[in-house]
């Protein structure tokens, strides 16, 4: 009999894995959907100044250099995504509890590299569990297979998406109710949920290959040609949102703008969001496709922000948001399945996420720098960004078509025109 825990637990059930996989991300993203456009706004009250709160918001970009990939290649390792989830979530929750005790621009980013420790590494797990986890044989369909991974994760993932909206609401009503250096509870709030949610996901069945004794080499995907070019193109795209996402929401304060207002521009470009993930089972588009549709829906949204634009073209610009980050994060996500062997997910989402840090730490950095002087015109500067990353998606997209050096796969295969 196998020690591993997982070789003996249940094949996850069809339905209530994708509804307990969905109510987690829904938990996850309404922390986020506070934290991503309201943490600036709580910094900057607690005296914290542009400099220094884009100096702060990089942190966990830095931090999860280190900590994504000892989390991402240990749950590989010993086959164990929830029992890694179950951990990060837990301590995710107890280190941003320290943060809103947090006194002082020293203690508030040693608190804050702290929680980031364990909050960045949820991320890439929970999305190589939901991939692994919806490809997985199901007992309602004796030996068949659920639908490909990638077709089932969008209507999943939306149930996030959708949450983040929520918390981003909800938060900006709060911000007209209460203190902006009370708004950190929000987020513990929505942390003790995820971790409390993380036990009540299902265990996943064992690898077959780590069934047989077999394994691929963490270290071929750093040699795999395809792998490196969709990593910085998805890192470069990923990274030219860092102006809007350190400082959108105190640029449109600056401008008038009230909390609930803020967050319905927010929301509108996540309501975008939404709807690609809804159709993405049934979108015919290639991986590659959607990456480079990212990459110029980018280049669009950040080129036309840094003209000051009216309120009435503030909607359109943020349902751009569907293709700069939505297609971005389908398109990777695709290219990658057809890259990396399924016992190593984990690990390539974490060699993702830390790319992506180095990537958005420099520019999150830079950005805060260029906005002290230069407030909306920054924007610009991340539409070069975005350009940079739609010429290495042109590579990825030659790379994927050669074939990946460790799948053998390709973008033109049959199996790659699936979206």
């Known amino acids: 009999m196998s020690s591993n825990p997982q070789v003996n637990a249940k094949p996850s059930s069809g339905a209530g894995f994708a509804w307990r996989l969905a109510a987690f991300y829904a938990a996850l993203f309404v922390a986020l959907g506070v934290q991503l456009p309201f943490l600036p706004v709580w910094l ?5 100044d542009a400099g ?3 100096i702060a918001l990089a942190i966990p970009q830095v931090v999860r250099v280190f900590s994504i990939p000892f989390a991402t290649r240990n749950a590989d390792r010993r ?3 929830r029992g890694a989830l179950l951990i990060a979530a837990a301590a995710a929750a107890l280190g941003y509890g320290a943060l809103g005790l947090a006194r002082g621009a020293l203690a508030i980013m040693a608190a804050f590299a702290f929680a980031s420790a364990f909050y960045t590494p949820i991320m890439p797990l929970t999305d190589a569990y939901a991939l692994r986890g919806l490809s997985q044989p199901s007992p309602a369909s004796g030996a068949g297979l659920r639908r490909a991974g990638l077709r089932a994760f969008g209507p999943v993932r939306l149930w996030g998406s959708a949450a983040f909206v929520a918390g981003t609401f909800g938060a900006g ?3 007209d109710v209460i203190a902006a250096r009370d708004l950190i509870w929000l987020i513990v709030a929505a942390l003790v949920a995820t971790a409390a949610l993380a036990f009540a996901l299902e265990p996943l069945a064992p690898h077959v290959a780590a069934a047989m004794g077999q394994s691929s080499s ?5 040699r795999d040609r395809g792998f490196l070019a969709i990593v910085a193109a998805a890192s470069l795209i990923q990274a030219s949102h860092a102006v809007y996402y350190g400082f959108s929401a105190l640029d449109w304060r600056s401008a008038g703008f009230d909390g609930m207002a803020i967050a319905a521009l927010w929301a509108t470009g996540v309501v975008a969001e939404i709807v690609l993930f809804a159709v993405s089972g049934r979108l015919a588009l290639r991986p590659s496709a959607l990456l480079l549709i990212g990459a110029a829906g980018a280049v669009i949204r950040w080129g036309a922000m840094a003209f000051d634009p009216p309120v009435l073209l503030l909607v359109p610009l943020q349902c751009l948001h569907a293709l700069s980050f ?3 994060f389908l398109g990777t996500l695709g290219l990658m399945t057809r890259t990396v062997p399924p016992e190593l997910g984990a690990t390539a989402q974490g060699y993702l996420a830390v790319a992506l840090g180095l990537v958005m730490a420099a520019v999150m950095g830079l950005s805060g720098l ?6 909306g015109l920054t924007y610009g500067a991340m539409a070069l960004v975005a350009a940079a990353g739609g010429l290495l998606a042109w590579a990825a997209r030659t790379a994927s078509s050669e074939g990946s050096l460790l799948t053998g796969r390709s973008d033109t295969s049959p199996r790659a025109r699936d979206p």
Request: hydrophobic share 60%.
């Open 44 to 48: 900057a009250a607690q005296g914290l």
């Open 52 to 54: 220094t709160i884009g």
């Open 79 to 81: 086959d164990a995504l």
């Open 173 to 175: 009503f709060m911000l």
């Open 218 to 222: 963490a270290r071929a995907l750093l």
């Open 326 to 328: 939505g297609a971005t």
């Open 370 to 375: 260029l906005y002290a002087r230069w407030g």
